[in-house]
């Protein structure tokens, strides 16, 4: 499958695996193996990020063998308050996602 084919999103067709016949309406979040999905993601695409965001992406999501924080301790785990760290994890999401989805 190309890279501009991977299904990014829950409503693609093939989420979460590209070789999936489950609809996702019929994916339980449990079944979602996330460290198979990490695999699948292009290794380049935390370059654009900078060292905060990706830490506070890493942490949010527990990416990378980061323990998975709130919001409301991700905030103090990165210095900073619950709102900026809100932003620093759109953000990187934001680049994340045009990078994935770039030709």
Do not use: N
Not at 4 to 18: I, K
Not at 86 to 99: E, F, H, M, P, S
């Amino acid at each position: 499958m190309s890279r501009s084919t991977l299904p990014l999103f829950p409503t693609d067709e093939g989420w979460p695996y590209p070789d999936s016949s489950t609809s996702p309406d019929q994916v339980d979040d449990a079944d979602i193996d996330l460290d198979a999905l990490e695999l699948r993601v292009d290794p380049h695409a935390f370059d654009t990020l900078s060292d905060l965001e990706r830490s506070a992406l890493f942490h949010r999501f527990g990416l990378r063998g980061e323990t998975c924080l709130s919001m409301k301790q991700l905030g103090p785990a990165l210095g900073c308050t619950r709102s900026e760290a809100r932003r620093l994890v759109g953000t990187a999401i934001d680049k994340v996602r045009t990078r994935l989805t770039a030709p």
